[in-house]
């Protein structure tokens, strides 16, 4: 058996009838590479096969502690179904990329399973382009970024012939054990809540505004209060106000799904022309079109928006523990900015400020504030933070979320099928509406943008724009 961690528990917690905790990919795969020229259900469900003793999260199914006494476990499921996780759909004529994405977002609306294993994986066929569309599906209480990019490496080989696989570690989960024997364990476990709670409180007070549960009132005089005491009389972490938009409001059940691709060889030259960052770049361009955006339907606030960037605090000691180990660092948005190369220059010094505030953090910051709530009353606790960030007057905790992961520059195959590209899919939550995630690959920048449905209906613009805003940045070619 494996307890969930506070945070694993947390992304469980905020689950309702419209908002969901699950992340995935939609990757675009050549069948022409693979043995035969096919890659289809039959071909993935044999990778899968070949390759579940080395994947133990896939075969993790969730165990609920009686009464909601600790957090809930991981066991393994006996009765594991791979047939029931693998499905198979064809798009329709002509399958074009809207189609693609209308199909992902209506998937990825609806919840996954809690008797099983938190996971599904759709093979799409009928693309216009002759390709396959392969998407995951997976509860970000199993994995965060970097230990879902291990599951997929896992997945994918460096050649279409595949590989020699190494021996699979011991299975973490065990047994499945009995509502006694969990109600047992939650028993045990109810006298370490206030030594967790004790332990928890110098890292996390001080730093309470810089987590989901800053929303709730007198979190931020509380925490300013404890960081000036801890601190002495030095600067603490930026106070940074969200204005309202309409894209931070609640959430519908229903999502809207738009990909795309960047050259990351122009997003480069763009960086060594002004002597930034990859990442100030990406951000900057996700600044000017969410402005666009904004200017478009009359919102356009005169502060920056404040946007969500998660960071990841794994360890090398932490690969193959799966999980989550990762900060929410908030950084501004400059969408008050309208020169191109203004903001692009604002965006480099406000995420140096960022990067600095995120070296003075806790790893452990939000297991920490998480400490603070009894699981009995967990999931109710963090609905309540998220209800705070909705109902206050102009002062959404967060705009929007935008992440930026790196990929392999060199080609990857599943099942012999080449990746041609690999778009993310991630979630929102009520207060934000919107989520811009970017994998780079294969000399390519993959966007995944989401949102809610009603919120944006026209958000595909917001694709067109990102492209918009790079050129507004590229250096004028010589001669």
């Known amino acids: 058996m494996r307890q969930l961690t ?3 528990a947390q992304f469980l917690a905020l689950e309702n009838a419209r908002q969901a905790g699950h992340v995935g990919s939609l990757a675009i795969l050549d069948p022409s590479t693979a043995p035969g020229g096919k890659l289809g259900c039959p071909q993935v469900k044999a990778l899968l096969r070949e390759r579940l003793p080395l994947l133990p999260p896939l075969r993790w199914r969730l165990a609920e502690v009686p009464l909601g006494l600790d957090y809930p476990y991981w066991v393994d499921d006996g009765e594991f179904d ?21 199909q992902t977002a209506r998937i990825m609306s609806r919840p996954l399973d809690r008797a099983r294993p938190l996971w599904e994986l759709y093979v799409i066929e009928g693309l216009e382009s002759g390709m396959v569309g392969v998407l995951t599906k997976i509860h970000h209480a199993v994995v965060d970024g970097l230990s879902g990019a291990e599951i997929m490496g896992l997945l994918l080989d460096l050649a279409p012939e595949g590989r020699e696989l190494p021996e699979p570690e011991p299975n973490s989960a065990g047994h499945s054990p009995g509502q006694m024997e969990l109600l047992a364990r939650g028993l045990l476990g109810v006298p370490r809540y206030p030594v967790r709670m004790l332990r928890s409180l110098p890292a996390a007070i001080p730093n309470l505004d810089q987590t ?19 601190r002495g009389d030095g600067p603490g972490p930026s106070d940074l106000v969200a204005p309202k938009t309409s894209f931070n409001a609640e959430v519908s059940p229903h999502r809207r799904f738009v990909f795309g691709k960047l ?14 960052t990859v990442n100030d770049v990406i951000v900057s361009i996700c600044a000017g079109a969410v402005r666009d955006w904004l200017l478009a339907h009359d919102e356009l ?9 998660p960071v990841s605090v794994r360890t090398s000691e932490e690969f193959g523990t799966f999980g989550n180990r990762i900060l929410l660092m908030a950084a501004p948005l400059h969408t008050e900015i309208e020169d191109p190369v203004e903001r692009l220059r604002e965006t480099h010094e406000s995420l140096l400020v960022m990067k600095e505030r995120h070296r003075a953090l806790p790893a452990a910051l939000l297991q920490d504030a998480n400490h603070f709530v009894p699981p009995a009353v967990f999931a109710r606790a963090a609905r309540l933070t998220f209800a705070f ?3 206050r007057p102009g002062r959404p905790t967060w705009n929007l979320v935008i992440s930026n992961v790196p990929g392999p520059q060199f080609p990857l195959y599943l099942a012999g099928a080449r990746l041609e590209a690999n778009y993310p899919v991630s979630v929102i939550t009520d207060g934000m509406g919107l989520n811009i995630t970017v994998m780079s690959y294969m000399g390519s920048l993959d966007f995944g943008l989401v949102v809610d449905r009603d919120q944006m209906p026209d958000l595909d613009r917001l694709m ?8 507004k940045l590229s250096p004028a070619p010589r001669g």
């Open 6 to 8: 506070s945070l694993d």
């Open 82 to 102: 791979l047939d029931y996780h693998v499905r198979e759909l064809a798009l329709a004529h002509p399958g074009n990329d809207s189609q693609l994405a209308e």
């Open 212 to 230: 989901p549960f800053g929303t709730l009132p007198g979190a931020g005089t509380l925490s300013k209060i404890a960081s000036r005491l801890s």
């Open 263 to 276: 050259s990351l060889a122009d997003v480069k030259a763009v960086k060594n022309a002004h002597g930034v």
């Open 301 to 309: 606030p005169d502060t920056p928006l404040v946007a969500q960037i």
């Open 389 to 391: 960030s909705t109902s």
């Open 464 to 471: 067109a724009w990102l492209g918009d805003e790079l050129v």
